[in-house]
């Protein structure tokens, strides 16, 4: 059974700058795709990047050209800069692959102060 374990988080002022990193505990290289999600307080999850294996990348469009998503297939890792974080970008960030197709993480907490 897949383990995802997220973190990385914390809290950072307005305009600031935090890595995450979920790592697998199996080879990430057969998942294909995987997604960063947030979820934030009272809110449905939601998705927020996507990397297919060969690194080919997609944002949402409120983090694009902010959030850079990138993976390490030997290492087992997804990682997520998120650089000139907002308010808006506080939340808890998960990773999966598409459709939730493994056991959710803890996830790793965002905050963003104003």
């Known amino acids: 059974q897949v383990q995802l374990v997220e973190s990385g988080g914390g809290l950072v002022q307005t305009g600031g700058s935090l890595r995450l990193s979920c790592a697998a505990s199996?080879?990430?290289?057969?998942?294909?795709?995987m997604n960063w999600y947030r979820q934030a307080p009272g809110k449905q999850r939601d998705w927020v990047a996507t990397?297919?294996?060969?690194?080919?990348?997609n944002y949402e469009r409120s983090v694009k050209g902010r959030f850079t998503i990138s993976r390490d297939n030997g290492k087992n890792t997804v990682y997520l800069q998120m650089n000139s974080l907002k308010p808006e970008d506080t939340a808890v960030y998960y990773c999966?692959?598409?459709?939730?197709?493994?056991?959710w993480g803890q996830g790793t907490q965002v905050t963003v102060s104003s």
């Open positions: 199996g080879s990430i290289f057969s998942f294909g795709f």
């Open positions: 999966n692959a598409p459709g939730g197709q493994f056991p």
């Open positions: 990397i297919s294996s060969s690194g080919t990348t």
